[in-house]
C-alpha cells in the first residue's frame, strides 16, 4: 500500500466569480483516516470530487504516488481509489450481495461477467463490514445504517488502496456513527488512506488521524491532529460562529459544542 | 430469490419466443403446409409455380423478420432508455423521437401531394425519409440542449424530449388541419403502425438501422448496472458515463428512428417487455438487455398473429399492442412486480 493521494495548489471554482478552492495543499496516506470538516458549502465535497479526479482544477494538480492523477485512465484510477457520495439510491431492486458484486465492475473483464473469485472477494467484503447475514436481503428493505455498510462493502470490493467517502454517515444515529467510524479505523489499520468529510466533529475528533479544517470562504483554516484543529479559535473562525471546545471524558478526545447565544457570544 | 433461476428464466424466455417467431410464419390468411412448401423448395421450383413456398418466403418470412427486429429493437431501446433516464416510465418514445417521426411523415403526405411528386430515395418513399430526417433532429436538438462537460442531464434531456414531442404533436394537428380528409385517413393509418412489409429490402433496412446498434448496447449492460447507482458512482467505479449517456441516448434514438420510419410509431412494445423481463430475471443488465431484445422480438410477432386473424383484413398492429400490453402492464402493476424499480 503506502498509497499518496495530494493536491498542489490546487484552485476550483464552478463559477469564476466565486472560487471554492483556492490554493489548496492536503494529502491522504495510506494507513490514516483523513477527515474534512468545516460550514456548509465550504467546499469539503469539491474537495473530494477534485481529489477524486471528478472535478478537474483550474489551476494546480492531483498527484497519485507523485504521478498527475488525469493520466490515468477511469479503470486504472478505480482500482486505486473508491468514491461514496453522500445519497446513494439504486434505480432497481437488487439483494445486498448483488449490490456489492456490482462493485467488482472495474476488476472485470470486457464481458463485465463475475467470476467465482469476484464473488469470494465480495463475500469477504460482507464480512469485513459485518453485512453478510444480509446478503439475500433486498437492499431497498434495509435500514440506513445496513445500508451504508453494505454500500462501504461495494466499494471495498473495487479493491482500491484509497476510500474517499462523502458524509458517510449523515443521516445515521450515533451509535451506528460510531460503527462505520470505527469501521474506517480498522481499515485504515489494514493500510488503506481514507479520506471523509463529515459534519460530526465529535466523531471526527474521536476516529480521525487528521483533520483539514475548511471555512466558506475557499481557504483550508488548519491541517494537522484533532487536538491541533478542533480548537475553541479556529473553530470559531471557520464556523463564524462561537464555539466551545471540551474534553471526551473516557478518550481525552475533544468535544465540540456551539456556544449558546446567551451566553454572550458575538454571532455575526 | 427468483433471480437465482435466472438461467432457467432465459432458456424459457427464449424457447417461448422462439415458438412465438414460428407461429408467426405458419400462421395467416391462407393456411400453408410447411410440408408442401419443402417439397416445393427441395424440387427448386420457380415460385410462380409453388404458391404455398412464395407465400412463406414472401410474405410471411420478411414480415416475421420485420416483427422480430422492430420489436427487439423497441424493447432494448425501452430497456436502455429506463436505465439512462433512472426512470421506469421511460420508452423509446419518452424523448418525442416517434412524435418528430409522425410529424415528419404527416408533412411528407402533404407536401407530397401538393406538389404532385412522388419522391423515392433509393427505394425509401418520402413519408420514410422525412419521419427519419425529424425523428434525427429532434434527437441533435435535444442532444445539444442536455450535454455538459461531464455528463448528460437526464432532466434536461426529459424536458426538452417531452416538449419537442408536444411541438411535433401540434405540428402535426396543424398539418391535419391544413391537408384534405381524403388524406387524413392515410394518415391516421400510418400512425397505428404495421410490419405488413413484402419482399425483403424492409427487412434488410431494418436490419441494418436496428442490428448494429443493438449489438452496440449489447456492451454495454455492465455500464447500465451500474449508472443504476447514479452517475457519480458509475463514474467512480471507471465508467466514462458522458460517453455512456451519449452512446446509449444517440444509438437508441437512432434505432427508434429507423424503426419508426420504417413501420410507424409502434406503442407499449418499448415499455412493457423490458419490466415483464425484469419480472422474470431481475434487473443485471447483462440478462436482461439480450432477453429483452429477444422478448420484445417475439412479442411484436405475437401481436402481429392477432393482427391478422382476428378481424377479417388487417388490423392495424398498434392496437393490439396496447390492447395485450396495456393489461398486461396493470397486471404486472397489481401484482407489485412492477419490474423491479425501488418505489
Not at chain 1, 483554516?221 to 471526551?248: C, F, K, M
Request: aromatic residues 8%; charged residues 15%; contains cysteine.
Amino acid at each position: 500500500m503506502g498509497r499518496r493521494l495530494e493536491s498542489q495548489s490546487v484552485s476550483f471554482a464552478y463559477v469564476p466569480e466565486s472560487p471554492v478552492l483556492a490554493d489548496a495543499d492536503v494529502g491522504v496516506n495510506g494507513g490514516e483516516v483523513m477527515g474534512v470538516i468545516g460550514p456548509n458549502g465550504s467546499g469539503k465535497s469539491t474537495l473530494l470530487r477534485v481529489l477524486c479526479g471528478f472535478l478537474r482544477p483550474a489551476r494546480g494538480d492531483v498527484l497519485l504516488d507523485g504521478q498527475p492523477l488525469c493520466a490515468i485512465s477511469n479503470r486504472e484510477r478505480a482500482r486505486i481509489l473508491a468514491f461514496l457520495p453522500q445519497t446513494v439510491t439504486p434505480a432497481f431492486a437488487l439483494t445486498a450481495f448483488e449490490v456489492v458484486l456490482l462493485g467488482r465492475y472495474p476488476r472485470l473483464g470486457p464481458l463485465g461477467a463475475a467470476s467465482a473469485r469476484d464473488r469470494e472477494v465480495a463475500l469477504r467484503c460482507m464480512r469485513e463490514t459485518g453485512t453478510d447475514g444480509l446478503r439475500h436481503r433486498d437492499f431497498g428493505t434495509l435500514s440506513g445504517g445496513e445500508r451504508q455498510r453494505v454500500l462501504l462493502a461495494s466499494i471495498l470490493a473495487q479493491e482500491p488502496d484509497l476510500l474517499l467517502l462523502d458524509e458517510p454517515t449523515a443521516a445515521l444515529d450515533i451509535n451506528h456513527q460510531a460503527g462505520i467510524f470505527a469501521l474506517l479505523r480498522g481499515l485504515a489499520r489494514n493500510g488503506y488512506g481514507v479520506a471523509v468529510v463529515t459534519h460530526d466533529l465529535n466523531v471526527a475528533g474521536q476516529f480521525c488521524d487528521r483533520l483539514v479544517l475548511m471555512s466558506a470562504r475557499a481557504r483550508i483554516v488548519a491541517q494537522g491532529t484533532p487536538r491541533q484543529v478542533l480548537t475553541r479559535d479556529l473553530l470559531t473562525e471557520a464556523y463564524e460562529s462561537p464555539i466551545v471546545v471540551t474534553e471526551h471524558p473516557i478518550t481525552g478526545t475533544p468535544l465540540v459544542w456551539p456556544e449558546p447565544a446567551s451566553a454572550g457570544g458575538a454571532r455575526p | 430469490m427468483r433471480r437465482r433461476h435466472g438461467g432457467l428464466m432465459a432458456a424459457g424466455l427464449t424457447a417461448v419466443s422462439l415458438a412465438a417467431v414460428l407461429a408467426s410464419i405458419g400462421v395467416g390468411s391462407e393456411s400453408i403446409s410447411f410440408a408442401a412448401a419443402w417439397r416445393d423448395w427441395c424440387a427448386g421450383r420457380p415460385l410462380a409455380d409453388a404458391p404455398e413456398l412464395a407465400i412463406l418466403l414472401q410474405h410471411r418470412l420478411p414480415r416475421t423478420l420485420a416483427a422480430l427486429f422492430a420489436g427487439g429493437g423497441l424493447a432494448l431501446a425501452g430497456c436502455v432508455f429506463q436505465a439512462l433516464l433512472r426512470n421506469p416510465l421511460a420508452t423509446p418514445y419518452t424523448l418525442g423521437v416517434a412524435s418528430a417521426g409522425a410529424f415528419g411523415a404527416y408533412t411528407a403526405t402533404v407536401v407530397m401531394r401538393s406538389a404532385g411528386l412522388a419522391l423515392a430515395l433509393w427505394g425509401f418513399s418520402a413519408v420514410q425519409v422525412f419521419a427519419f430526417v425529424f425523428a434525427l433532429l429532434d434527437v441533435s436538438l435535444i442532444y445539444l440542449m442536455a450535454v455538459r462537460r461531464h455528463h448528460v442531464s437526464s432532466s434536461v434531456l426529459l424536458l426538452a424530449g417531452i416538449t419537442l414531442g408536444m411541438l411535433s404533436n401540434a405540428g402535426m394537428m396543424l398539418v391535419r388541419f391544413l391537408s384534405e380528409p381524403g388524406m387524413l385517413a392515410m394518415m391516421e393509418r400510418w400512425l397505428m403502425g404495421g410490419v405488413d412489409v413484402i419482399g425483403y429490402e424492409p427487412v434488410v433496412r431494418l436490419a441494418a438501422g436496428v442490428l448494429p446498434c443493438s449489438a452496440v448496447l449489447l456492451l454495454q449492460a455492465a455500464k447500465f448496472d451500474q449508472l443504476g447507482f447514479g452517475a457519480e458512482v458509475a463514474q467512480g467505479r471507471g465508467v466514462n458515463v458522458r460517453r455512456l449517456q451519449t452512446t446509449t441516448f444517440l444509438l437508441g434514438s437512432f434505432l427508434t428512428a429507423v424503426i419508426v420510419s420504417e413501420v410507424g410509431p409502434i406503442g407499449f412494445v418499448g415499455l412493457i417487455v423490458p419490466h415483464a423481463v425484469r419480472s422474470l430475471t431481475g434487473s443485471r443488465h447483462r440478462l436482461l438487455l439480450p432477453l429483452s431484445f429477444v422478448a420484445g422480438g417475439a412479442f411484436l410477432c405475437l401481436c402481429d398473429i392477432f393482427a391478422r386473424i382476428m378481424l377479417p383484413g388487417e388490423t392495424p398492429i398498434g392496437i393490439i399492442t396496447a390492447f395485450i400490453g396495456g393489461p398486461f402492464f396493470l397486471y404486472l402493476l397489481l401484482r407489485r412486480r412492477f419490474g423491479d424499480w425501488e418505489t
